[in-house]
């Protein structure tokens, strides 16, 4: 996959994340830095979503830990335990505020 490729992807990424954030009733903010984005919830915890273009893979982090995901057959895979990005995100997200959502 070329650079240009890779950001492409990942730009969807965000903007996915950004969309469901947008469309729950929950009280999450999010600010996107380049290749950054920081979500955050009421009571100060945060994921991080970090795109990592010379490994061309979306690390996540949280308090539980952190994952790395590489795209594979058209999903973006963690090499370390062979969750999906979008759900490994909705757990992230449900451990921190309670609250259910599917990206």
């Not at 945060?46 to 490994?55: E, G, S």
């Amino acid at each position: 996959m070329t650079e240009s490729e890779f950001t492409q992807l990942t730009d969807a990424i965000f903007t996915r994340i950004g969309k469901t954030l947008d469309q729950s009733d929950s009280d999450i903010d999010y600010g996107f830095n380049g290749s950054v984005m920081e979500i955050e919830f009421e009571d100060g915890s945060q994921i991080i979503v970090n795109r990592h273009a010379p490994n061309q893979e979306i690390w996540l982090a949280a308090k539980s830990g952190g994952f790395h995901y590489g795209f594979a057959n058209g999903k973006w895979i963690s090499k370390r335990d062979g969750s999906e990005l979008f759900g490994k995100l909705s757990e992230l997200v449900q451990l921190s505020n309670g609250e259910s959502i599917q990206f």
